[in-house]
């Protein structure tokens, strides 16, 4: 999932257990369960690895853990997909049962069960769900009554897994009746070989089954309760959020894209999902990062989980409809692939709970950025605001001159500010909010082109302009006056960027201003450099700004859904307008991050083209669709003048014609 060095060891040291001798018998056995159509039985594989304390990476050490950093442990859930290793019980045991105990148990708790479930002796479920109570327990039905010193427990639980193997279950169970619901519930660690526990199997489409628990006045000491006496709601509702970093998910997708083998006429999808699961992993760093401080931020973390729940979901459909009917026919990975896929967005909340806290928490998501990248946004947030139509061309560029802006990814040595795409992508973004290119993008690109070719660099004042012009794609609009411009840089077969001179274009008229294209055969150029990485930057700086574009957008149409009112009420109070706003909003804050990692490979010296292609087609996509949602949202005032989404409608298939058809972008992706 990372290439960061401890959790690249980590997961290089699963690997060397999982080849071998005893895990590839384990293994075997593993696949033969799911052949004869049984739950397979995980535990030896979870022993082996317990061994060398690789169950439980960021617990202390003495607990069984190696105090390692969040992202070593989402290496190894990742390394256990990859390999074909039943991770359900896993998540179970270490990451919600385990972690329970780290934040809310006693020492004497810790001691007694942490070590068991690191070292892969012992595993633990969740007793949560009843017949008629899912993921809102303020119905829960299942009690615990004071029994002398302990407590005696009575309920009926549905739908956990792993359950027939779990040496303890974590209970919910209402311990009082409260004024509010949600209090009056304790969670209690309770081993499931004790008198009065039934466990019955509820056959599931999933290879693991669902379990049918009967607790009949079950008898637990007081040290069985796990947090405060009444209060586990709060921890429940932490948890979850805990639950919710999307690494199993992203491994899931990864593992079953890399199981086919798609068509050419395939690519174009492959390359969707692939760019869709790429964006997951963005954001399933960035909650896994947050692990490490102790505390995830709920809102970010419901809308990781439905991002990548959902991605991978379409993942495991879409590999079996193009593996073809003979691989549902028999065991495999897509088979078992297709019959999870419903689960994926069931467990850890549904997707609509998954909406229902993004469009609660006020519209759109909130910048992640570091102090610096914040300061650096916020200004060029001012520059792009102080701008607009009326306006002559370019404008702005002399501030955004003096912010920079032209030489961040510059060498210091050649008189930039060596910040980097990462840079760079915040005020692309900025630029694209307030509408404004006017060639800005054309000519990053070429000062990038030149800093490759090592030749002379112009003035970073804003006062040297150069065009883009595409000779594969000679129809690709200009939208900046190539007459007027100090530079056109060609592009060429190979892609080799030239400098070139005398080329013809011809103006059209569009409704957002002129555009040019190229108008003839090229005249001789000046090669410059190999434009693979370069135009590939080009397009992650395109791909910020159509983010920026659809960001701008949903602002103003969060703004007026909730200020529009309709039959008594704001638009916004409308679920299905919520949620579809709601959905706009995850998407961009995906693209965003998937945006931000690729600008970061670039720096890093580890650029990925194919990804930048498609990073760019479905900053397209979005960029329509929330110009398209936010027009329809005005009503017939957003497509009047004074309409503050029309320009946004208007700008976003002209800035998409800036590159390759949106089609031929996910195939690119889909070879990568």
């Given at each position: 999932m990372t290439t960061d060095p401890e959790a690249e060891l980590a997961a290089k040291e699963v690997r060397a257990v999982l080849a071998g001798p005893a895990a590839r018998d384990a293994l075997a056995a593993v696949t033969e369960a799911r052949r004869a159509g049984t739950e397979p039985d995980p535990r030896p594989l979870y022993r082996l690895l317990g061994e060398q304390r690789l169950l439980a990476v960021s617990w202390p050490r003495a607990y069984g853990g190696r105090a390692l950093p969040a992202r070593c442990a989402a290496a190894v859930v990742g390394e256990l997909i990859a390999g074909g290793v039943p991770e359900v019980l896993h998540t179970l045991s270490v990451q919600i049962c385990g972690n329970f105990l780290l934040t809310a148990g006693t020492p004497e708790q810790r001691a007694a069960v942490l070590p068991g479930l690191a070292a892969g002796r012992r595993t633990a479920t969740v007793l949560y769900s009843e017949p008629g109570v899912g993921s809102d327990l303020s119905t829960l039905e299942a009690t615990a009554t004071r029994a002398g010193d302990g407590w005696r427990i009575s309920g009926h639980k549905v739908y956990s897994v792993g359950t027939a193997l779990a040496d303890y279950g974590l209970v919910a169970a209402r311990t009082s009746v409260e004024a509010t619901p949600y209090r009056g519930i304790t969670l209690f660690l309770v081993p499931l070989d004790l008198p009065g526990i039934t466990i019955g199997r509820l056959a599931s489409l999933a290879d693991d089954d669902f379990a049918d628990?009967?607790?009949?006045?079950?008898?637990?000491?007081?040290?069985?309760?796990?947090?405060?006496?009444?209060?586990?709601?709060p921890l429940i509702t932490e948890a979850l959020a805990l639950e919710r970093t999307g690494v199993d998910y992203v491994a899931k997708a990864d593992r079953w894209l890399r199981a086919v083998h798609p068509a050419s006429e395939q690519a174009a999808e492959y390359g969707r999902l692939r760019t869709h699961t790429a964006a997951g992993r963005a954001l399933a760093e960035r909650c896994v990062d947050q692990l490490d401080t102790g505390r995830v931020?709920?809102?970010?973390?419901?809308?990781?989980?439905?991002?990548?729940?959902?991605?991978?979901?379409?993942?495991?459909?879409?590999?079996?409809?193009?593996?073809?009917?003979?691989?549902l026919r028999q065991p495999g990975?897509?088979?078992?692939?297709?019959?999870?896929?419903?689960?994926?967005?069931?467990?850890?909340?549904?997707?609509?709970?998954?909406?229902?806290?993004v469009a609660s928490s006020g519209l759109p998501l909130p910048d992640a950025d570091e102090p610096l990248a914040a300061e650096l946004r916020a200004a060029?947030?001012?520059?792009?605001?102080a701008y607009d139509e009326r306006d002559p061309a370019g404008a702005c560029w002399p501030e955004l001159a003096r912010l920079g802006v032209f030489g961040l990814t510059v060498p210091a040595e050649r008189g930039g500010l060596d910040l980097g795409l990462r840079a760079a992508v915040?005020?692309?973004?900025?630029?694209?909010?307030?509408?404004?290119?006017?060639?800005?993008?054309?000519?990053?690109?070429?000062?990038?082109?030149?800093?490759?070719?090592?030749?002379?660099?112009?003035?970073?004042?804003?006062?040297?302009?150069a065009v883009l012009a595409d000779l594969r794609q000679p129809d690709r609009p200009v939208v900046a006056d190539p007459g007027s411009a100090d530079a056109v840089v060609a592009v060429q077969d190979g892609p080799a960027l030239a400098l070139a001179t005398g080329l013809p274009f011809r103006p059209h008229q569009t409704a957002t201003g002129r555009v040019w294209a190229v108008d003839g055969p090229a005249?001789?150029?000046?090669?410059?450099?190999?434009?693979?990485?370069?135009?590939?930057?080009?397009?992650?700086?395109?791909?910020?700004?159509?983010?920026?574009?659809?960001?701008?957008?949903?602002?103003?149409t969060v703004h007026r859904a909730r200020t529009r009112e309709q039959f008594g009420r704001a638009l916004i109070a409308n679920q299905?307008?919520?949620?579809?706003?709601?959905?706009?909003?995850?998407?961009?804050?995906?693209?965003?991050?998937?945006?931000?990692?690729?600008?970061g490979r670039f720096d890093d010296g580890g650029p990925d083209p194919a990804l930048a292609a498609g990073v760019l087609a479905e900053a397209g996509a979005l960029a329509l669709d929330a110009s398209r949602e936010a027009v329809h949202l005005h009503g017939a005032f957003g497509m009047t003048d004074g309409s503050p989404v029309r320009r946004h409608y208007l700008a976003a298939p002209v800035a998409i014609a800036g590159d390759a058809a949106p089609a031929v972008l996910r195939a690119e992706a889909g070879v990568g």
């Open positions: 628990v009967r607790l009949d006045g079950v008898e637990v000491a007081a040290t069985a309760v796990i947090g405060p006496v009444g209060g586990a709601w931020d709920a809102v970010a973390a419901a809308a990781t989980k439905l991002w990548c729940a959902e991605t991978a979901r379409s993942v495991a459909w879409w590999c079996a409809e193009t593996a073809g009917p003979a691989a990975v897509l088979e078992s692939a297709y019959r999870e896929a419903p689960g994926l967005t069931l467990s850890a909340g549904t997707s609509e709970m998954m909406l229902e806290l060029c947030r001012a520059v792009a605001g915040i005020c692309c973004a900025e630029l694209g909010r307030g509408l404004h290119d006017d060639g800005i993008l054309d000519t990053l690109t070429a000062i990038d082109a030149l800093v490759r070719a090592g030749r002379e660099l112009p003035p970073l004042d804003g006062s040297w302009r005249a001789a150029a000046d090669v410059l450099a190999d434009g693979t990485e370069v135009l590939a930057a080009g397009r992650v700086r395109r791909a910020a700004w159509l983010l920026g574009l659809a960001g701008g957008c949903l602002t103003h299905d307008i919520a949620f579809r706003l709601a959905r706009l909003a995850v998407r961009l804050h995906a693209l965003t991050a998937l945006v931000t990692d690729l600008a």
